[in-house]
């Protein structure tokens, strides 16, 4: 049997454990909150009249339902303000951490002032390893990591330096 307490480190997994999501218990026990930078990302509520979990993503002030793949499936039960999206088991949550993650980084991205540049002083190490390895490490410098332009190319396979090179 899935709790909250369950259903949290759970989704805590899809994060590196240093990023800073903080958790908001509801005053009626009947779910929590997911926020970063000061905004809800979702909330996991249950319905005892239904005997559900329901996982819930705000529609304002940025409409990061949009976010969530295609292929996953609204509640038809709805509540205003969030797309509702059912489930029983912790395995199907495994649907969502995609999704998850690309409105963590959607938030990362538009609420944070810093200028993008080239690339770091680890431009080698991260080329070596196939991946930014400054994201994660902290919320500061995981936002400093999604400045970086040549992450958004590791990302997307290429690279420049290193032993992996296989780009001009």
């Given at each position: 049997?899935?709790?909250?307490?369950?259903?949290y480190?759970?989704?805590?997994?899809?994060?590196?454990?240093?990023?800073?999501?903080?958790?908001?218990?509801?005053?009626?026990?009947?779910?929590?909150?997911?926020?970063?930078?000061?905004?809800?990302?979702?909330?996991?509520?249950?319905?005892?009249?239904?005997?559900?979990?329901?996982l819930?993503?705000?529609e304002?002030?940025?409409?990061?339902?949009?976010?969530?793949?295609?292929?996953?499936?609204?509640?038809?039960?709805s509540?205003?303000?969030?797309?509702?999206?059912?489930?029983?088991?912790?395995?199907?949550?495994?649907?969502?951490?995609?999704?998850?993650?690309?409105?963590?980084?959607?938030?990362?991205?538009?609420?944070?002032d810093?200028?993008?540049?080239?690339?770091?002083?680890?431009?080698?190490?991260?080329?070596?390893?196939?991946?930014?390895?400054?994201s994660?490490?902290?919320?500061?410098?995981?936002?400093?990591?999604?400045?970086?332009?040549?992450?958004?190319?590791?990302?997307?396979?290429?690279?420049?330096?290193?032993?992996?090179r296989?780009?001009?």
């Amino acid at each position: 049997m899935i709790n909250f307490d369950k259903i949290y480190n759970y989704l805590c997994s899809f994060y590196p454990s240093t990023q800073r999501i903080k958790r908001s218990d509801f005053d009626k026990s009947d779910g929590f909150s997911f926020s970063s930078l000061g905004q809800m990302i979702f909330r996991i509520k249950y319905s005892k009249k239904n005997a559900v979990y329901y996982l819930e993503i705000p529609e304002v002030p940025t409409d990061f339902a949009s976010m969530i793949s295609e292929d996953i499936q609204v509640s038809s039960t709805s509540i205003k303000g969030f797309s509702r999206y059912e489930f029983s088991s912790l395995q199907e949550l495994d649907i969502f951490s995609p999704s998850l993650q690309k409105i963590y980084n959607h938030m990362l991205n538009q609420y944070t002032d810093r200028e993008q540049f080239g690339c770091c002083h680890r431009y080698v190490e991260c080329s070596d390893a196939m991946k930014c390895l400054l994201s994660g490490s902290d919320e500061d410098t995981t936002i400093f990591s999604n400045s970086c332009m040549y992450k958004e190319n590791l990302e997307n396979g290429k690279i420049f330096y290193g032993k992996n090179r296989n780009t001009d």
